[in-house]
Nanobody, 121 residues
Framework: QVQLVESGGGLVQAGGSLRLSCAAS????????MGWYRQAPGKQRELVAA???????NYADSVKGRFTISRDNAKNTVYLQMNSLKPEDTAVYYC???????????????WGQGTQVTVSS
């Protein structure tokens, strides 16, 4: 019904930058919050950043001042600009969206397939 497709991951040296994108498509009535999570090997998935439909944001303490989340509601797309990357940012990054399908009350959680970000020292 709804697909989230991520792009923009890759390999970068410490101090470098990457920009992740995640586009939602399918039977979408509206999208509430969108966010990025990450999971490093042997660790639990953690929230990196989230943004509401109105543009309010919140960030994990570890990325504040380095990462910026934004969204284009007309394109159903969320972005994550990652600057000053560190080796500890290495993880699979997942896009998440709270999507209302058909009606505003039918809200479901959707996940992208994940994109690898590797930061070399």
């Amino acid at each position: 019904q709804v697909q989230l497709v991520e792009s923009g991951g890759g390999l970068v040296q410490a101090g470098g930058s990457l920009r992740l994108s995640c586009a939602a498509s399918g039977s979408i009535f509206s999208i509430n919050a969108m966010g990025w999570y990450r999971q490093a090997p042997g660790k639990q998935r953690e929230l990196v950043a989230a943004i509401t439909s109105g543009g309010s944001t919140n960030y994990a303490d570890s990325v504040k001042g380095r990462f910026t989340i934004s969204r284009d509601n007309a394109k159903n797309t969320v972005y994550l600009q990652m600057n000053s990357l560190k080796p500890e940012d290495t993880a699979v990054y997942y896009c998440n969206a709270e999507v209302a399908i058909a009606t505003p009350d039918a809200v479901y959680d959707y996940w992208g397939q994940g994109t690898q970000v590797t930061v070399s020292s």
